[in-house]
């Protein structure tokens, strides 16, 4: 009678399971229990094809549902780029109601034979926006210039461009436009708002490029944003050395041209609950002018950074995650080209440390708390060769530099993000919604003395030098608060719509910035999303140009060419005017295709329009014919002026991109990309016009010098044949970047950057054996950068006086590159 009861009751629930069917729910989490958030799950029935399998993606909590009609036996995988693969885990679903959770490994580099594979680039329908990608073992395997300099990386890709002076532009933007995030905080510099941090490699597990209608939680970055991740460690020890034995090139002679040894350590405090990792850098590089005579054409630098990173898992449901980033840099004659010999350059010394913590909390039914604080100082020495005058000659530069500066800045930033429960209204909803609070500093004390320009019979042209005091010091606070919504109306139609609200003390307007965006995937066929998107984006207050008024004026003598006085000295200095200035808008359009088909096959087209309106920049009020205030002119004791520069809203900014992208990835760990770019990059102020540019502009408009309207990229990482044995390559071909020309005095001529560099080609071929030896990781790397030996210039003589004129200068050869890297034991 009891086994009969037992039955029935067996028979009533499975009818209850039938016709109530089965809810999944389930997490995605990396090896540490922290959420893997765009994780990508599929289940199907075993015995089933592949096209029959549910699909869905996690949330910002790594959490997944989905509704099963039958119980029974299934396949369930999950993939996310950057962690290896999780291919069809087999389960039995019974319960009305069941829970799984999913553990994805980040992505460790392969060697000898293994069952695992990376996860291949996918199509991301939880985004409208565009994104792009490079994973930590991407970065080790692209051979890009001086391998140790993060920067260098980021070239490979495809929206971001780096000029001839490193500085890195995304969407054809100045570099402080671009909102650069480490581990979730800020890490722009105070000052000028560029990337200027600098962390091994090693530490990196991925960089992420969002740029057209951004998330609400993006609001400082114009162009877009760059996100920087990296590693915690695991419940393994792990041990790595890199370049640990310099490398010789043949530079004029034998010279170690550039040694950069990396120490990694990462591995538990205590297993399953507290981990770290440590990574060390060290960056010593040998700089040769081919150009200069020996004995004078050589500097060399010293670079060091130390990245901590640990998590702790107070609780299940809380999550503890901290960071130390120190960094110094000692460069002595920085700043030698062939056109800028020793005694012109610049003895540098800067230090950086950034610290930060970040606490996460899951409250329960669906609620994730953020909370974070971050704090970064920076400290900069410039100290010239010697108290001389800088003399501007036509066929280059003599005398010493005329700025001697020390600087300090720091960041304070607090942040909170939460993320509420999703609902169902026309739809499924995912808020979230965020505060962004931030303290930005600057203080200074430059003291300059002058310098020169001379004609090309070498008498003085003219003779700059300074007044007032150059010690500084200017501050700002900006606080943001966001709502983004994710809407879902359909299983293939999402929405996301946001909206941000900015304030900051130096502008005092409070400014609304809507989001829109919109991806959709066509009938069966889910591998492709056509996306679109508009928003609004406004650009935060530079400190750099809000302090140009307090900072010293110049005072411009001119002469004839007997010495004698023709004008002057003459004033020249900068103001804020005491009318309200309104916040930089940009408008950024984008539309794209992308579609994943085959086996790791991946293609996207991409159309990006950015238009900048009411911009700040410097006016030269007197060219437009207006006087300068009776107050002014008598604090000078009526002396006449040049230039009385005004901010105001007048800058405006265009660009336009269509890029396309094939990237294919295979086997366990290999693939390739190609990408080609057409562009365009214009502005109404394009010379950043300041005290230390020795540059008169009449018309500043043009191209931007980074502009390059035809971009051609490609990288992959390629099996040989033979196992463990790979090719790696990365190539690039553009439009030579535009410049501007300049006579005697230093005016521009003609059209500003008018002109352009020869047209750039680099081709960096390495091969790389892996290999195990006494039960130790090993890969050995050799090859050459730029292997057919052409001569990408980096420098002009622009003067159209020069004998000299339109030589170009610069740019490395063909160079022969080793890398030995330890990855510890098997």
Same mark, same amino acid.
């Given at each position: ?67 099963? &009609?039958? #119980? ?12 290896? @693969? ?33 996860? +291949? ?81 090693? /530490? ?55 040694? /950069? ?11 399953? @609950? ?34 901590? @990173? ?5 609780? #299940? ?23 800028? #010999? ?18 996460? *909390? ?25 108290? &001389? ?5 036509? %066929? ?99 929405? %996301? ?15 609304? *910035? ?7 995937? +066509?009938?069966?066929?889910?591998? *492709? ?47 804020? +005017? ?61 002396? #006449? ?61 043009? @191209? ?63 091969? &790389? ?58």
């Amino acid at each position: 009678m009891t086994t009969l009861v037992g039955l029935l009751a067996a028979c009533a629930a499975l009818c209850q399971v039938l016709a109530a069917g089965i809810r999944l729910s389930g997490r995605v989490v990396d090896e540490n229990n922290a959420p893997v958030p765009g994780a990508r799950v599929s289940l199907r029935p075993a015995g089933a094809e592949s096209h029959s399998a549910r699909r869905i993606v996690a949330d910002a909590r790594g959490a997944f549902s989905l509704e099963l &009609e039958l #119980p029974g036996e299934y396949l369930i995988s999950a993939e996310r780029e950057g962690f290896f @693969r999780l291919a069809e885990r087999p389960v039995r679903l019974e319960r009305a109601e069941e829970e799984i959770t999913l553990v994805l490994n980040h992505q460790q580099e392969i060697f000898e034979r293994v069952t695992v594979s990376y996860s +291949p680039p996918a199509v991301d329908a939880e985004r409208t926006a565009p994104q792009q990608r490079i994973t930590g073992t991407e970065i080790q395997a692209i051979p890009y210039p001086t391998s140790s300099n993060l920067r260098n990386a980021m070239r490979a890709l495809p929206g971001v461009v780096q000029d001839n002076r490193g500085g890195l532009h995304l969407s054809g933007a100045p570099e402080e436009q671009t909102y650069y995030t480490l581990d979730g905080f800020q890490v722009n510099d105070p000052l000028s708002g560029r990337f200027e941090t600098r962390i091994s490699v090693d /530490s990196v597990r991925s960089l992420e490029v969002s740029t057209g209608a951004l998330s609400a939680e993006y609001g400082k970055g114009a162009a877009g944003a760059l996100a920087i991740r990296t590693a915690a460690g695991d419940d393994r020890l792990r041990y790595s050395a890199t370049n640990f034995i310099p490398g010789v090139e043949n530079r004029k002679g034998l010279i170690i041209g550039g040694w /950069s040894p990396r120490l990694g350590v990462s591995g538990p405090l205590r297993k399953g @609950r507290a981990w770290f990792s440590e990574s060390l850098d060290l960056h010593y590089i040998q700089h040769v002018v081919e150009d200069l005579p020996e004995g004078q054409d050589r500097t060399s630098s010293w670079r060091g950074s130390s990245l901590l @990173r640990n998590q702790f898992n107070l609780t #299940p449901t809380n999550q503890l995650f901290t960071g130390l980033l120190i960094h110094t840099w000692t460069a002595p004659r920085t700043g030698l080209t062939a056109l800028d #010999p020793w005694e012109t350059t610049v003895d540098r010394r800067t230090r950086q440390w950034f610290v930060h913590a970040k606490n996460q *909390a899951y409250l329960g039914r669906g609620l994730l708390l953020e909370l974070g604080w971050a704090a970064t100082r920076t400290f900069g020495r410039e100290i010239p060769q010697g108290q &001389e005058s800088l003399h501007i000659l036509p %066929e280059g530069r003599r005398g010493n530099y005329f700025a001697d500066a020390l600087r300090r800045a720091g960041r304070d930033q607090y942040l909170a993000n939460l993320f509420l429960p999703s609902f169902s209204f026309g739809g499924q909803h995912q808020l979230k919604l965020g505060l962004d609070l931030d303290r930005v500093w600057y203080w200074q004390n430059v003291r300059r003395t002058g310098y020169q320009h001379y004609r090309s019979d070498y008498t003085v042209l003219r003779a700059v030098r300074f007044g007032g005091s150059g010690r500084l010091a200017r501050s700002n606070f900006e606080a943001s608060t966001y709502l983004q919504d994710s809407w879902r109306l359909r299983r293939n139609l999402l929405v %996301e719509a946001g909206l941000r609200h900015d304030w900051d003390r130096l502008l005092g307007s409070h400014d609304a *910035a809507p989001r829109l965006g919109i991806a959709w995937s +066509p009938p069966r066929l889910e591998s *492709a999303k056509l996306a679109a998107g508009f928003g609004i984006v406004y650009e935060t207050a530079s400190l750099r140009v809000f302090s140009r008024p307090l900072d010293q004026y110049s005072l411009t003598t001119y002469f004839a060419r007997d010495g004698s006085v023709l004008r002057g000295p003459a004033v020249s200095l900068f103001e804020i +005017p005491a009318g309200p200035l309104r916040r930089p808008r940009y408008y950024n359009w984008n539309f794209s295709w992308e579609q994943a088909f085959g086996p790791g096959w991946y293609l996207r087209a991409n159309w990006l329009s950015r238009r900048g309106r009411q911009g700040l920049t410097y006016e030269n009020i007197l060219q437009a014919g207006r006087q300068v205030p009776c107050a002014l002119s008598n604090a000078f004791a009526d002396l #006449p002026f040049d230039a009385l520069f005004s901010l105001a809203n007048l800058r405006r900014d265009l660009y336009d991109a269509l890029e396309l992208t094939l990237r294919h990835a295979f086997g366990q760990q290999y693939e390739w990309l190609v990408s080609y770019t057409r562009s365009r990059a214009f502005s109404n102020s394009v010379v950043d016009l300041s005290i230390d540019d020795p540059i008169i502009v009449s018309r500043n408009v043009g @191209r931007m010098p980074w502009d390059t309207p035809n971009r051609f990229v490609s990288w992959g990482y390629l099996p040989l044949g033979r196992r463990n044995w790979a090719l790696a390559y990365l190539l690039e071909a553009r439009n030579g970047y535009p410049f501007s020309v300049q006579d005697d005095e230093g005016r521009l001529l003609g059209q500003v950057n008018e002109r352009r560099f020869p047209f750039f080609f680099e081709l960096n071929l390495h091969v &790389e054996r892996r290999f195990l030896l006494k039960g130790h990781r090993w890969a050995l790397r050799a090859g050459f950068n730029n292997i057919t030996d052409r001569r990408n210039y980096d420098t002009v003589n622009n003067n159209a006086s020069s004998p000299n004129f339109l030589r170009f200068y610069g740019g490395q050869g063909r160079s022969m590159n080793f890398r030995v890297r330890w990855l510890g034991r098997n």
